[in-house]
């Protein structure tokens, strides 16, 4: 009798165990939902060029201040045909939600797009993103993730520690950490704010090692929805970058490693998101408005002009978003970015820092984007 019971427990036992066992199982078994996007896009100054380096001879493209500057050959810069260049844009996300936390909402995102600058492949670059987010309650979520950019190509520039007469491919990798956690306001119908923070290792290749960087930003956001749903957004960020290579024993000593080139950064910004409710297809226009100001930590010894080190750096975005057909829709926008840095006031205090110079750009885009959910888990 006793060892019929025992029996009975184990069985009872190991039945209960496979049955939670597949029950475990089917929570992960969950649909995943894939994202794709195609961006064909258009960049009126790719490489960034102030006027004053437009100048390609004998195709009256020359900045007005040539005849101060010299005559410069922007192949140099690694141009090998124009200033501009069309952009294809692909994006491909996969978006899984397994039920683990009961109730809450819990998502896994990885990500990958990959911008193809037609008329410089060496400019083309890969962004990767892996990202884990909860839904706590209604409008708050916690977020976590890493986005990495094995190699971004900004343009060729003199290496002063080299030979100042030649120039060299200027490279950077980029790997962020960041965390964000929004909740609502009570006080405040439909509104919630935001905080983000993040952690960027910017480091450069051999020939510009003295621009290494360690980035730190926090950011607030401040989001409300209208009861007509329109959605309004204002924004406080504060960056920090840190030039690692100033002073460290890691790093050769030379004159740019001696001179601190850290940095803080000042952002604002501004966004409104008209929803259409009466227009066919028309499902939202946007504008974004970007301010922000950066300032040096330190003047170099040589320099007696006390603000050359400080530029400011804005952009506007405008947008459309189409419902084209059910699960495709398509996006069109243009954004004006510009920089400015008063080089005629400075006079030659510009030739410090060729990375810091005015400049002017106007890119169009076209996105066209879709979304499916397979089972390819059960």
């Given at each position: 009798m006793g060892r019929r019971i025992i029996f009975i427990f184990n069985f009872f036992l190991l039945m209960g165990s496979l049955l939670f066992s597949q029950s475990l199982m089917n929570r992960?078994?969950?649909?995943?939902?894939?994202?794709?996007?195609m961006g064909i896009g258009?960049?009126?100054?790719?490489?960034?060029?102030?006027?004053?380096d437009i100048c390609i001879p004998d195709m009256g493209t020359c900045g007005d201040d040539v005849e101060r500057y010299g005559v410069a050959d922007v192949g140099e810069y690694g141009i090998s045909s124009t200033l501009d260049s069309p952009i294809l844009k692909p994006t491909f996300k996969l978006i899984y939600s397994p039920i683990v936390m009961g109730e809450k909402t819990m998502n896994i995102i990885t990500a990958i797009s990959y911008s193809h600058f037609s008329q410089a492949t060496h400019k083309s670059y890969l962004i990767s993103n892996l990202s884990m987010e909860i839904r706590l309650r209604s409008y708050s979520w916690f977020k976590v993730g890493i986005r990495d950019i094995p190699r971004?190509?900004?343009r060729n520039y003199y290496d002063r520690d080299a030979n100042s007469l030649d120039y060299f491919s200027c490279t950077f990798s980029s790997q962020k950490y960041f965390a964000s956690y929004s909740m609502p306001i009570s006080s405040i119908p439909r509104t919630?704010?935001?905080i983000y923070s993040d952690f960027t290792k910017e480091y450069f290749n051999p020939h510009f090692t003295e621009f290494d960087f360690d980035k730190y930003m926090i950011k607030i956001d401040?989001?409300?929805?209208?009861?007509s749903k329109h959605r309004m957004k204002l924004s406080y960020s504060h960056v920090n970058a840190d030039n690692i290579a100033h002073d460290s024993e890691d790093y050769l000593y030379s004159v740019e490693t001696a001179f601190d080139k850290s940095y803080y950064i000042d952002k604002i910004q501004g966004e409104f998101i008209y929803?259409?409710?009466?227009?066919?297809?028309?499902?939202?226009t946007g504008i974004s408005i970007h301010f922000e100001k950066r300032e040096y930590h330190e003047i170099p010894t040589w320099d007696d002009a006390q603000n050359w080190r400080r530029y400011y750096d804005g952009r506007i975005k405008l947008w459309i978003d189409h419902d084209l057909l059910d699960g495709v829709d398509v996006r069109a926008w243009y954004q004006y970015r510009w920089r400015s840095f008063d080089i005629s006031f400075y006079g030659e205090h510009q030739a410090y820092d060729s990375f810091v110079k005015s400049y002017n750009k106007h890119?169009?885009?076209?996105?066209?984007?879709?979304?499916?959910i397979t089972d390819i888990l059960y």
């Open positions: 992960f078994r969950v649909p995943i939902i894939i994202q794709g996007n258009y960049d009126s100054n790719f490489l960034r060029l102030p006027d004053e971004y190509y900004l919630w704010i935001k401040m989001n409300h929805r209208l009861k929803t259409h409710n009466k227009l066919k297809n028309i499902d939202q890119e169009l885009w076209i996105e066209l984007s879709f979304e499916f």
